[in-house]
T-cell receptor, first 112, second 116 residues
């Protein structure tokens, strides 16, 4: 079954620690994206990548970093510089911008 | 500054009737629009899209209408079913210089409640 897998579903972090969220897709999509959702808010774009070894900042990239070493994988690191990391993080992928983005089921990150 | 606005946080509709969800945008560069459905603690599921060269797109019970001059789009669900109860997000994208895929700009969502 093709799809996008995000792991873990729930993640807890101590203040001052970096944490990495996993996103893997087997849809053969070229583009991948990370969004953040806060309660009562829409999704906001953190980073996106059109092809391997290339990525661009989205609207709220500060305090986050990404890598795209493989087509299938686009991990997101939430660094200690992110002042308010508690949120629901969603990964998505698509063939091109003219095709719909497909989403994983998200990772909920909480600060202990 | 919100570029995509869904002004109704919630909407209640009787089962079998039509549900109409509205979305307004301010960025005239947006040329591709989508609707997603989302359940709590899950990722959004794509429903239907429309490009700016069209004013209507239909898929089963779902129809999206685009009024470019008013910068307004709407999603019609006919007939509404209990399983349609969810949060619906409107999203848009603009072609960036140099081409290629970019992210979507989302509205804050409308919680649709279908009453039996």
């Amino acid at each position: 079954d093709g799809g996008i897998t995000q792991s873990p579903k729930y993640l807890f972090r101590k203040e001052g620690q970096n944490v990495t969220l996993s996103c893997e897709q087997n849809l053969n999509h070229d583009a991948m994206y990370w969004y953040r959702q806060d309660p009562g808010q829409g999704l906001r774009l953190i980073y996106y990548s059109q092809i391997v070894n290339d990525f661009q900042k989205g609207d709220i990239a500060e305090g986050y970093s990404v890598s795209r070493e493989k087509k299938e994988s686009f991990p997101l690191t939430v660094t200690s510089a992110q002042k308010n990391p508690t949120a629901f993080y969603l990964c998505a992928s698509s063939f091109t911008r003219d095709q719909p983005q497909h989403f994983g089921d998200g990772t909920r990150l909480s600060i202990l | 500054d919100q570029q995509v606005k869904q002004n109704s946080p919630s909407l209640s509709v009787q089962e079998g009737r039509i549900s109409i969800l509205n979305c307004d945008y301010t960025n005239s560069m947006f040329d591709y629009f989508l609707w997603y459905k989302k359940y709590p603690a899950e990722g959004p599921t794509f429903l239907i899209s429309i490009s700016s060269i069209k004013d209507k797109n239909e898929d089963g019970r779902f129809t999206v209408f685009l009024n470019k001059s008013a910068k307004h789009l709407s999603l019609h669900i006919v007939p509404s079913q209990p399983g349609d109860s969810a949060v619906y997000f409107c999203a848009a994208s603009a072609w960036i210089s140099g081409g290629g895929a970019d992210g979507l700009t989302f509205g804050k969502g409308t919680h649709l409640i279908i009453q039996p």
